[in-house]
């Protein structure tokens, strides 16, 4: 086999657990093995075949590392000087994204921060490495995703960065996500803030009682805007899950393109990119169950007709739904309705998509366009 042309299915190693499971057969042949520190893993790599197998950012002792060579494998070095690994195998999470704020660090020398600042000094120069290194990354993080939502009811959730915690937009957009989830739907956002935000808190919130949802709230507004201090308006938000644990699980797909935009710490995963083209079209195509759309700007917009476009020409196979919420917005502010519903006229789509009036009306709405 051709070692360009991909492992066989279910031939990708990215834990430690999945290696010494595989090093019992005695072969890593045609296996791709991604960021698994194999330092003390010396002996299951001199008795194996790890032919035409692919060993990406996998730290080995000098010995193992000549065998594999030597044996036919394909070896990318780990580079230990980069703020990211490019060859994770997993999707980020708030804590490590946020490594040390909690503690009373600063946001600057968080490795969300770091690995922002490598990408504005990378984004523009032309360097081939780096720009391979950002494509690796994100094709990387891209499969944990795939595999973290298979067989999953995604519902997408579109909305602006604008909206502030306090205001009843923010506890609107909180009582979706939250109510989503306790229908049982896997709720994903852009993973920024405002509206992001709201509705990855609201998917967090949903374990818990109602109490604790309008405490949580009311923490969440004492503290100053993104815009004012990243480091405080985060800090506040792993407070708040420090006070209450265990919440409900969520996503997130933010991206280091729109460094004015952070992660916000509800989207439990999160699958930050470099390329924001990625971003867009890779969280549209995830969402199996459908995507609402909360009132918004330029990218909510251009988000409603990336969705539309598939939907128009069935790029994606069967229309999925789309809702957009509030008719005032979506008819006179910006009045993507009335041509959203002429794409849709006399095409599959236009028993799948809605306008409602507000949160409320969502879930149960999804649900019809579902069975339309």
Same mark, same amino acid.
């Given at each position: 086999?051709? %070692?360009?042309?991909?492992?066989?299915?279910?031939?990708?190693?990215?834990?430690? /657990?999945?290696?010494?499971?595989?090093?019992?057969?005695?072969?890593?042949?045609?296996?791709? &093995?991604?960021?698994?520190?194999?330092?003390?893993?010396?002996?299951?790599?001199?008795?194996?075949?790890?032919?035409?197998?692919?060993?990406?950012?996998?730290?080995?002792?000098?010995?193992?590392?000549?065998?594999?060579?030597?044996?036919? %494998?394909?070896?990318?070095?780990?580079?230990?000087?980069?703020?990211?690994?490019?060859?994770?195998?997993?999707?980020?999470?708030?804590?490590?994204?946020?490594?040390?704020?909690?503690?009373?660090?600063?946001?600057?020398?968080?490795? #969300?921060?770091?690995?922002?600042?490598?990408?504005?000094?990378?984004?523009?120069?032309?360097?081939?490495?780096?720009?391979?290194?950002?494509?690796?990354?994100?094709?990387?993080?891209?499969?944990?995703? #795939?595999?973290?939502?298979?067989?999953?009811?995604?519902?997408? =959730?579109?909305?602006?960065?604008?909206?502030?915690?306090?205001? %009843?937009?923010?506890?609107?957009?909180? $009582?979706?996500?939250r109510a989503l989830a306790r229908r049982g739907f896997t709720v994903a956002t852009g993973g920024g803030p405002g509206a992001m935000e709201a509705v990855?808190?609201?998917?967090?919130?949903?374990?818990?009682?109602?109490?604790?949802?309008?405490?949580?709230? +009311?923490?969440?507004?004492? +503290?100053?805007?993104?815009?004012?201090?990243?480091?405080? *308006?985060?800090?506040?938000?792993?407070?708040?899950?420090?006070?209450?644990?265990?919440?409900?699980?969520?996503?997130?797909?933010?991206? *280091?393109?729109?460094?004015? /935009?952070?992660?916000? @710490?509800?989207?439990?995963? &999160?699958?930050?990119?470099?390329?924001?083209?990625?971003?867009?079209?890779?969280?549209?195509?995830?969402?199996? @169950?459908? =995507?609402?759309?909360?009132?918004?700007?330029?990218?909510?917009?251009?988000?409603?007709?990336?969705?539309?476009?598939?939907?128009?020409?069935?790029?994606?196979?069967?229309?999925?739904?789309?809702v957009l919420v509030d008719r005032a917005h979506w008819t006179r502010v910006l009045p993507a309705w009335p041509l959203l519903q002429s794409l849709a006229?006399?095409?599959?789509?236009?028993? $799948? &998509?809605?306008?409602?009036?507000?949160?409320?009306?969502?879930?149960?709405?999804?649900?019809?366009?579902? #069975?339309?």
């Amino acid at each position: 086999m051709d %070692a360009a042309a991909g492992p066989p299915a279910g031939r990708e190693i990215a834990t430690l /657990e999945d290696f010494d499971r595989t090093a019992l057969t005695g072969s890593f042949a045609g296996y791709r &093995v991604q960021a698994v520190d194999l330092t003390d893993r010396t002996f299951a790599l001199l008795v194996s075949d790890t032919s035409r197998a692919v060993f990406l950012g996998c730290p080995m002792e000098p010995q193992a590392l000549a065998h594999v060579r030597a044996g036919g %494998a394909l070896v990318f070095p780990p580079l230990p000087d980069l703020p990211f690994d490019p060859y994770r195998g997993s999707l980020y999470t708030p804590e490590e994204l946020y490594a040390g704020l909690a503690d009373g660090g600063s946001y600057e020398d968080t490795p #969300d921060a770091r690995t922002s600042r490598w990408f504005r000094r990378t984004a523009t120069d032309g360097d081939v490495l780096a720009s391979m290194l950002r494509s690796v990354h994100d094709h990387a993080l891209r499969d944990a995703l #795939d595999e973290r939502l298979r067989r999953q009811r995604v519902v997408g =959730v579109m909305g602006g960065h604008a909206m502030e915690r306090g205001g %009843a937009s923010y506890a609107g957009a909180a $009582r979706l996500g939250r109510a989503l989830a306790r229908r049982g739907f896997t709720v994903a956002t852009g993973g920024g803030p405002g509206a992001m935000e709201a509705v990855n808190f609201g998917a967090y919130a949903a374990p818990h009682d109602e109490v604790m949802f309008g405490k949580a709230l +009311a923490v969440l507004a004492a +503290a100053p805007p993104f815009g004012a201090s990243v480091g405080a *308006w985060t800090r506040t938000a792993l407070a708040v899950r420090e006070r209450w644990p265990q919440g409900g699980p969520s996503y997130g797909m933010p991206t *280091w393109w729109y460094g004015q /935009e952070p992660t916000n @710490a509800f989207a439990t995963h &999160v699958a930050k990119l470099f390329a924001v083209a990625a971003r867009e079209d890779g969280l549209l195509s995830r969402c199996s @169950a459908g =995507v609402v759309f909360l009132p918004g700007a330029a990218g909510t917009v251009q988000a409603v007709f990336d969705a539309a476009t598939a939907n128009h020409y069935g790029t994606r196979g069967e229309p999925a739904p789309m809702v957009l919420v509030d008719r005032a917005h979506w008819t006179r502010v910006l009045p993507a309705w009335p041509l959203l519903q002429s794409l849709a006229a006399g095409r599959a789509m236009a028993r $799948r &998509v809605a306008l409602v009036d507000g949160v409320a009306d969502v879930p149960h709405t999804l649900e019809q366009l579902a #069975d339309a």
